[in-house]
């Protein structure tokens, strides 16, 4: 798992879903291509504490009630679940320097597949995380995390999450998902490509379309903001590469704008 400890961000209530899906019965999974497919499910929620979010999807399900004795988890149950995660896994760390309804969680994460065993399930992901903060016109991510993980949950007249096992970082990582994802969503996860060829994450791309949707205003691409929650502060600044890494390679930040929040 990477996270960023540096910016984190929050959800908290109205949720935002995009679904594509390409879905072929594998395993216990309602979210399953099959293996010699790189194609698996792709899920978004967000929320603001003011609730305030739209929602839109494109989805094509072969959903079933959780009632059944099926691991399939219907398009609602899944964006709600990811509403869920956000708000387990990220704090609104700047709620009370912005106001807590410019503070925002998303999660989103590619499926790979649920098992179940009676009311107990484990969807198989790759996960990403973020906390944004709505501040003069722009949303600015603040943190958040991303990587493969186990996200837990209870089946019952709504899909309840327990908790979220996230993958080992560093060495052990690839041993870890291994061990730790059924040989069908491993192959799936290890022909995912969780990021362009650019270096850009897919998931974070897909997400910052959502947010957009749910804040109402553009992500911040280029400057970066940081606030100083004790001292009610904000700096927000630019930051310049040059040269060559390895070499001459230089990391440099501008502040083009800071003041009192």
């Given at each position: 798992?990477?996270?960023?400890?540096?910016?984190?961000r929050?959800?908290?209530?109205s949720a935002?879903?995009?679904m594509?899906l390409?879905?072929v019965?594998?395993g216990?999974g309602n979210n399953?291509?099959?293996p010699?497919?790189k194609?698996?499910t792709s899920?978004?929620?967000?929320?603001s504490?003011?609730?305030?979010s739209?929602a839109?999807s494109?989805?094509s399900?072969?959903?079933?009630?959780a009632?059944s004795?099926t691991?399939?988890?219907?398009?609602?149950?899944?964006?709600?679940l990811?509403?869920?995660?956000?708000?387990?896994?990220?704090?609104?760390?700047?709620?009370?320097a912005?106001?807590?309804e410019?503070d925002y969680r998303?999660a989103?994460?590619?499926?790979?597949?649920i098992?179940?065993?009676g009311?107990?399930?484990?969807m198989y992901v790759y996960l990403n995380?973020g906390?944004?903060v709505?501040f003069?016109?722009?949303?600015?991510?603040?943190?958040?995390?991303?990587?493969?993980?186990?996200?837990?949950?209870?089946?019952g007249d709504?899909?309840?999450?327990n908790?979220v096992?996230?993958?080992?970082?560093?060495?052990?990582?690839?041993k870890?998902?291994?061990?730790?994802?059924?040989?069908?969503?491993?192959?799936?996860?290890q022909?995912y490509?969780?990021?362009d060829d650019?270096?850009?994450?897919n998931?974070?791309?897909?997400m910052?379309?959502e947010?957009?949707?749910?804040i109402?205003?553009?992500?911040?691409?280029?400057?970066?903001?940081t606030i100083d929650r004790?001292?009610?502060?904000?700096?927000?600044?630019?930051t310049?590469?040059?040269?060559t890494?390895?070499k001459?390679?230089?990391f440099?930040t501008?502040?083009?704008d800071?003041?009192?929040?």
């Open positions: 798992m990477v996270k960023n400890t540096a910016f984190r929050i959800l908290t209530f935002v879903a995009v594509t390409s879905l019965a594998c216990g399953a291509a099959a010699s497919s194609a698996a899920v978004a929620a967000g929320s504490a003011a609730a305030s739209a839109s494109a989805v399900s072969a959903a079933s009630s009632a004795n691991a399939e988890l219907s398009a609602d149950q899944i964006k709600d990811m509403k869920q995660v956000a708000e387990a896994e990220l704090e609104q760390q700047y709620k009370d912005v106001k807590a410019n998303f989103n994460a590619e499926v790979f597949g098992d179940r065993t009311n107990s399930g484990k995380t906390e944004y709505n003069k016109g722009k949303a600015y991510f603040m943190s958040g995390g991303s990587g493969e993980a186990i996200i837990n949950i209870e089946y709504k899909i309840k999450l908790k096992d996230w993958s080992d970082s560093g060495a052990g990582h690839d870890w998902v291994k061990n730790n994802f059924p040989k069908a969503y491993y192959e799936k996860c022909e490509k969780s990021h650019n270096g850009k994450s998931l974070a791309k897909a910052e379309a947010v957009e949707k749910a109402g205003v553009p992500v911040e691409q280029s400057n970066l903001l004790d001292a009610k502060t904000y700096e927000i600044v630019q310049k590469e040059s040269g890494p390895g001459d390679y230089k440099e501008i502040t083009i800071k003041g009192k929040l």
